[in-house]
């Protein structure tokens, strides 16, 4: 069964240093999506992207991230100097349509 | 704007049991409605989801749904839960005709299931 992939499955990094968390969606897919999840809160939205652009994004979603499809196959969430209160898990979602979004297992990001 | 409720943050259930946890939305139309499940350290999986037509809908590991449209609510049920039903259970909407599939979640509720 087709699955999204993410990688690494945990990443620990000091303050200020960027971050790049990497995603391969399901390779018909045309929809993406980065969401987070702090720890003991909700999944909440960050950014949509399709045809190799940002669609949507949540006011979490500031300068400091950038999502890209640097490869038609990979799609990367980067943080370009973290924070503490990054640290969440991290899930990669695709979709093929615009109805049912399949997660990744997710990423958890730790800054120190 | 769409939100989500769960009321319930814990719930426990004696395994054999029934189980229904309670999603309740708001939105100006009728929603996209999924449950996903979380189990500990794991990804979020798709259990079953409402788009429209019949209004209980059958979704994976024995779980169904029932829309109802006059209590703006999405609940979950199984008649029987077994104790690898343990795990973390989100209720999400989406909303029709925006284009792009963002979810908002609920809080989720945690499902702990005793011998």
């Known amino acids: 069964e087709p699955e999204v992939t993410q990688t690494p499955s945990h990443q620990v990094t000091q303050m200020g240093q960027e971050v790049i968390l990497r995603c391969v969606p399901i390779?018909?897919?045309?929809?993406f999506y980065w969401y987070r999840q702090i720890l003991g809160q909700k999944v909440e939205f960050l950014v949509s992207?399709?045809?190799?652009?940002?669609?949507?994004k949540s006011e979490i979603f500031d300068d400091q991230f950038s999502v890209e499809r640097p490869d038609g196959s990979n799609f990367t969430l980067k943080i370009r100097s973290t924070k503490l209160e990054d640290s969440a898990m991290y899930f990669c979602?695709?979709?093929?349509?615009?109805?049912?979004?399949?997660f990744g297992q997710g990423t958890r990001l730790t800054v120190v | 704007a769409q939100s989500v409720t769960q009321p319930d943050i814990h719930i426990t259930v004696s395994e054999g049991a029934s189980l229904e946890l309670r999603c309740n939305y708001s939105?100006?139309?009728?929603?996209?409605l999924f449950w996903y499940v979380q189990s500990p350290g794991q990804g979020l999986q798709l259990l079953l989801k409402y788009f429209s037509g019949d209004t209980l809908v059958q979704g994976i590991k024995g779980f169904e749904a029932e829309f109802k449209r006059s209590q703006s609510s999405f609940n979950l049920r199984k008649p029987s839960v077994h104790w690898s039903d343990a795990a973390e259970y989100f209720c999400?909407?989406?909303?029709?005709?925006?284009?792009?599939?963002?979810?908002?979640f609920g809080t989720g509720t945690r499902l702990l299931v005793s011998p």
């Open positions: 992207f399709y045809n190799n652009e940002i669609s949507e």
């Open positions: 939105y100006g139309a009728t929603p996209y």
């Open positions: 390779s018909n897919h045309l929809y």
């Open positions: 999400a909407v989406g909303a029709p005709n925006t284009g792009f599939q963002k979810l908002v």
């Open positions: 979602a695709s979709s093929g349509g615009r109805l049912e979004a399949f």
